[in-house]
């Protein structure tokens, strides 16, 4: 018996089929015209008029309203969250195929036995400090040039540094000021240490308990982060979606903290190459 529901995002309401055939469940986000067989972020409680800065936390936060106390009550079922140009894979042999035909026997079916004494999967970490070089100068230049020893010591190219370089400089901070006191010191410690986070804000979650437990103290985390941030004056894509970078990192953050987690590999494909 299938031991897993991965919800799939997708903002092409083309790619049913795709993902009916791989036996996943398709969720429809934006303004496209997805049918009745796609579950959406715009009905019964919702942010979905925020998707542009939450991207697939519109979806989440619909999850957590709607979806999740009343549905998801086989506990020997994992929960997951994939995107249409990001999936699950056991091995990572071909993390980049080259066609839709090429990923289908690579995505993720159902969860290992050897998967059975963790609580969370994770995406494999991806590492700072492992960038080239040129790019932390093209995207802050300022930033290194008071603190030089970033290009020389990778140990400090930490969460914080890159979250400095790529979504606004001391917004991350500014930020972690919100979190109630219980996170606030761990995630601080979290972000100044690592070198690397889960990134794609995906994850495979074993009880829906611990998904409640998330979604419960991200969600008014990020509400606080809206009075101080705001919509209007976000510019560009680094800060338009900050509320998404803010919840990537700390997602890493809060689910290796209170969960026995793991990681497994992600691949790249983007469907619409071959699904208009």
Not at 158 to 184: P, Q, S, T, V
Request: glycine share 4%; with cysteine.
């Amino acid at each position: 018996m299938n031991n897993l529901r991965m919800f799939c995002l997708t903002m092409n309401s083309s790619h049913l089929n795709f993902i009916k055939e791989i036996n996943y469940i398709p969720v429809g986000l934006g303004a496209d015209s997805f049918s009745k067989e796609y579950f959406r972020d715009n009905t019964g409680t919702n942010i979905a008029k925020k998707n542009k800065y939450y991207g697939e936390y519109t979806f989440h936060y619909w999850l957590w309203k709607n979806y999740l106390d009343s549905n998801l009550d086989n506990e020997n079922v994992w929960i997951g969250f994939c995107q249409y140009r990001k999936f699950w894979a056991i091995r990572n042999d071909n993390l980049l195929p080259n066609s839709i035909d090429e990923l289908k026997p690579l995505i993720l079916k159902e969860i290992p036995k050897s998967y059975e004494n963790y609580d969370v999967i994770l995406g494999d970490p991806y590492f700072i400090n492992q960038l080239k070089i040129m790019k932390f100068l093209k995207h802050g230049f300022k930033l290194i040039a008071k603190k030089p020893s970033y290009l020389f010591d990778k140990k400090k190219r930490n969460i914080k540094f890159h979250f400095d370089l790529m979504h606004g400089y001391k917004n991350l901070d500014k930020a972690i000021e919100l979190l109630e006191k219980n996170d606030r010191g761990d995630f601080n410690e979290f972000v100044n240490s690592k070198t690397y986070f889960n990134p794609q804000n995906m994850f495979i979650c074993k009880s829906k308990k611990i998904l409640r437990d998330y979604y419960s103290t991200l969600f008014p985390w990020l509400e606080r982060c809206e009075k101080l941030f705001g919509f209007e004056n976000l510019k560009e894509f680094g800060q338009i979606r900050i509320y998404t970078f803010l919840a990537e990192r700390f997602m890493s953050y809060w689910f290796q903290k209170n969960t026995k987690s793991m990681t497994m590999p992600i691949i790249f494909y983007d469907i619409r190459n071959d699904l208009n």
